[in-house]
Nanobody, 109 residues
Framework: VQLVESGGGLVQPGGSLRLSCAAS????????MRWYRQAPGKERELVAA?????NYAGSVKGRFTISRDNAKNTVYLQMNSLKSEDTAVYYC??????WGQGTQVTVSS
């Protein structure tokens, strides 16, 4: 099982980013896939999940969208209307058991 995130970077408040999580060793359509984030000095928190449906943390609902492309075996997190408090390392996870290395998202002017 391998998960590789990409797409992070520096963006201004109000901007957008799309994170990707390329999976190998299993098929993403068969498992619950999740995005977490961890800001400096804070605990890791669940941001979004996808299985039969989707679920979001209250702080990102309406701004973030999780999706998957079964043909590419990849999970995405589209992040719009970004705020400074969205700054964190974002991690892709399979059911909270397997993790990627994380990708840094920094929202700053």
């Amino acid at each position: 099982v391998q998960l590789v995130e990409s797409g992070g970077g520096l963006v201004q408040p109000g901007g957008s980013l799309r994170l990707s999580c390329a999976a190998s060793g299993f098929t993403v359509r068969s498992y619950a896939m999740r995005w977490y984030r961890q800001a400096p000095g804070k605990e890791r928190e669940l941001v979004a999940a996808i299985s039969d449906g989707t679920n979001y943390a209250g702080s990102v609902k309406g701004r973030f969208t999780i999706s998957r492309d079964n043909a590419k075996n990849t999970v995405y997190l589209q992040m719009n209307s970004l705020k400074s408090e969205d700054t964190a390392v974002y991690y892709c996870s399979r059911s909270g058991q397997y993790w990627g290395q994380g990708t840094q998202v920094t929202v700053s002017s």
